[in-house]
């Protein structure tokens, strides 16, 4: 392969470690966990009581993710048509790269007894945003990096390559940065770097600039290998073009049935993927009684089993293609639903367990590594599939339907385990729903050819 088509895929791939922060420290282990503190802290102080005010903050966060998904999904097919009309996408990344520093960066001013938010909850999700609007854009320059086979392990070693940019920066939020609320101390026991007070939790909310930095800092690979092909440039067109190719696309897509099946299929799947994501560390909290040091250790063995697997999946995918690798990734996924499930702290599928025991806690680190490992091949080997069904002329607007698809429902899974949680009154059977999903999901694969979408 040519240097020149090296460094271009070395760039593509530095979008995946620039970004991945936002998700690994904003989302999951940092910025959503104190959040949820501090607007659970505020809506105490409005008179309600501990259980009816941790319900209330993690309502809003649940709000905040809903909106942001639909923004995305209604967003992202316009996008790309616009995108692709036009033959640019670079400018569109900058412009979003702009707009994540922006609110990453303002994280930094929630402080504890912060009462404003709604304003932070809107600047940590319009960065959200930013980011996954970006990717769909990057995500277009994959068809262009290689060949059906070549494209696989491409997707899967950035995927990869992305995880362990998450890793180091978790692991530098939890060694040098993040306090404990107790202690004021770092995961290792030091005070928080720069002199930054623990008492006003500016070692967690440092968390901001760190992502906003490392974002800026890793991007420049990608600017500086990365570039629009000249050849497809083209005018600015008139929305109304945009919507008539957009609809004509749509209409296409519903004529194509392994295309509309893999999208339908994966607008079910990803949804409980994303669903395992985000209720994960609420199951250990609320079932296990788990602290910040095992959620901690917790998140850096699932993010390593995450980049290890992604990778190897990646090398599955080019030999046998996404679609076997999409198959085996889900069952091992619904093997840990069925375990969440059937585990408490005092039984294991009806079988009792001592209370003081550390079985169900080494059962749920192993169920961190398969929703690691699996989670992150089955995201990696889903885009690779869409490259197989993606038009060549118009790939951001097939990322944008492909976007779609994996937000449209973005509401489904939260709104299912709620409803089974409250009425069954148990969290582990709240994640049955989540299993169904996956056997949707697994269903509609049926229909989808494992070379793409067959020629006409």
């Known amino acids: 392969m040519a240097t020149d088509a090296k460094k271009r895929i070395w760039g593509w791939m ?12 904003g989302l999951t282990f940092i910025f959503g966990p104190y959040f949820a503190v501090v607007a659970s802290n505020y809506y105490l102080g409005t008179g309600l009581e501990g259980e009816a005010a941790n319900a209330q903050a993690q ?31 670079k400018p569109w990344i900058v412009g979003f790269s702009i ?3 922006i609110g990453a960066w303002s994280l930094w001013y929630m402080t504890p007894d912060s009462s404003n938010l709604f304003i932070f909850l809107l600047l940590f999700y319009v960065g959200f945003v930013a980011a996954e609007s970006a990717l769909n854009f990057i995500n277009a320059y994959l068809p262009s990096l290689g060949t059906d086979e070549e494209v696989g392990r491409i997707s899967g070693s950035g995927a990869s390559f992305g995880y362990w940019g998450g890793l180091v920066s978790l692991i530098l939020m939890l060694v040098f940065l993040a306090e404990d609320a107790t202690t004021g101390k770092t995961l290792i026991g030091l005070d928080p770097l720069f002199g930054l007070d623990p008492a006003n939790r500016e070692g967690t909310r440092a968390v901001g600039p ?5 974002f800026a800092i890793f991007m420049i690979p990608f600017f500086l290998w990365v570039h629009d092909n000249p050849a497809d440039k083209g005018s600015v067109p008139p929305m109304s073009k945009v919507w008539n190719d957009l609809k004509t696309t749509l209409r296409n897509v519903a004529r194509r049935r392994s295309t509309a099946s893999f999208l339908i299929g994966g607008m079910f799947y990803r949804d409980a993927l994303n669903a395992l994501y985000a209720f994960g560390g609420t199951y250990a909290v609320l079932v296990l009684g788990w602290e910040t040091l095992w959620l901690g250790v917790f998140g850096i063995i699932s993010v390593i089993t995450a980049a290890i697997f992604t990778y190897v999946g990646g090398r599955f995918d080019a030999r046998l293609g996404p679609k076997p690798v999409i198959i085996f990734c889900i069952w091992m996924l619904m093997l840990v639903c069925t375990i969440i499930v059937g585990m408490s702290r005092t039984q294991f599928f009806g079988l009792p367990i001592d209370a003081n025991s550390m079985f169900p806690d080494l059962i749920f680190f192993g169920c961190g590594v398969v ?5 992150g091949a089955l995201y990696a080997a889903s885009r690779s599939m869409m490259v197989r069904h993606t038009d060549p002329d118009r790939p951001t607007e097939a990322f944008g339907l492909f976007a779609l698809s994996g937000k449209a429902t973005a509401f489904l899974a939260p709104a299912l385990i709620l409803l089974f949680t409250y009425l069954t009154g148990n969290v ?3 994640f049955l729903p989540v299993i169904f999903l996956f056997i949707l999901g697994l ?12 020629a006409v």
């Open 14 to 25: 530095a979008f995946d470690w620039a970004a991945q922060p936002y998700y690994t420290l």
């Open 59 to 89: 309502s809003v966060w649940a709000m905040g993710q809903t909106i942001a998904g639909l923004v995305i999904a209604f967003t992202a097919p316009f996008l790309g048509a616009f995108a692709d009309n036009t033959g640019r996408k």
């Open 99 to 101: 707009v994540y520093i």
């Open 210 to 214: 760190l992502m906003a930095i490392w």
């Open 371 to 375: 929703i690691g490992g699996a989670g």
């Open 428 to 430: 582990q059977l709240g």
């Open 443 to 454: 269903v509609m694969l049926r229909w989808v050819n494992k070379d793409g979408e067959p």
